[in-house]
């Protein structure tokens, strides 16, 4: 069974760029949630998506957004790059009823 | 406001020694909790996990204790490994480990010295 798989992997953007990243999940699960890992702040969470609905949100600005295609396919871009939004950006996939998240090997993100 | 904290950025220990590491929480409401495991490179993997009605879960050399009372857990490592060198990162959920937001610690980076 495939992973999580996230492309792209490394990623470099100047100041005011917008990028976008992908995630597929897991073969058969529905919900895929987003995290940011900074040195200083450990795992954040972005959003979940279950069935191509936003079901969560953490406290990112409007700048943050993310979407879900019926195949579970997720996507999620940053508009208006910050330095700040330099970050490894992880997704994590779940099944029905499970209460363990999988996470990707992440996107590596660097604002220039 | 850090809900989930792990006060200890990094810890050493010797190889067959037990590695000890530690998680403080302020939200009485979180009901489940877990610890994960990163590598450099690569995302975080799932180690193990407890529920709020349990006080202690043990899955081969790894067990997670939980003090509800001092809202403490502890996941002990026994007898530690080369291999289990890496970051390790406590989460709790207020929704029985639901996938709709874990808060995650900051994690601790253990070093098992040969």
């Known amino acids: 069974k495939a992973g999580v798989t996230q492309t792209p992997r490394y990623l470099i953007k100047t100041r005011g760029q917008q990028v976008t990243l992908s995630c597929s999940p897991i073969?058969?699960?529905?919900?895929v949630s987003w995290y940011q890992q900074t040195p200083g702040q450990g795992l954040q969470f972005l959003f979940e998506?279950?069935?191509?609905?936003?079901?969560n949100k953490g406290n990112f600005p409007g700048r943050f957004s993310g979407r879900q295609f019926s195949n579970s396919r997720s996507e999620m871009n940053v508009s208006t790059l910050e330095l700040g939004d330099s970050a490894l950006y992880l997704c994590?996939?779940?099944?029905?009823?499970?209460?363990?998240?999988?996470f990707g090997a992440g996107s590596r993100l660097t604002v220039l | 406001d850090q809900q989930v904290k792990q006060n200890s950025p990094s810890l050493s220990v010797q190889e067959g020694r037990i590695s000890i590491l530690n998680c403080d929480y302020t939200?009485?409401?979180?009901?489940?909790f877990l610890w994960y495991k990163k590598y450099p490179a690569e995302g975080p993997t799932f180690l193990i996990s407890?529920?709020?009605?349990?006080d202690k879960n043990e899955d081969g050399r790894f067990t997670v204790f939980l003090n509800k009372s001092a809202k403490h857990l502890s996941l002990h490592i026994v007898p530690s490994q080369p291999g289990d060198s890496a970051v390790y990162f406590c989460?709790?959920?207020?929704?029985?480990?639901?996938?709709?937001?874990?808060?995650f610690g900051k994690g601790t980076h253990l070093i098992i010295q040969p």
């Open positions: 994590a996939s779940t099944g029905s009823g499970a209460n363990v998240l999988t």
């Open positions: 073969s058969g699960h529905r919900s």
């Open positions: 998506y279950f069935s191509e609905t936003q079901r």
């Open positions: 939200n009485s409401m979180f009901d489940y």
């Open positions: 407890i529920s709020s009605i349990k």
């Open positions: 989460a709790a959920s207020d929704s029985g480990g639901g996938a709709d937001g874990l808060t």
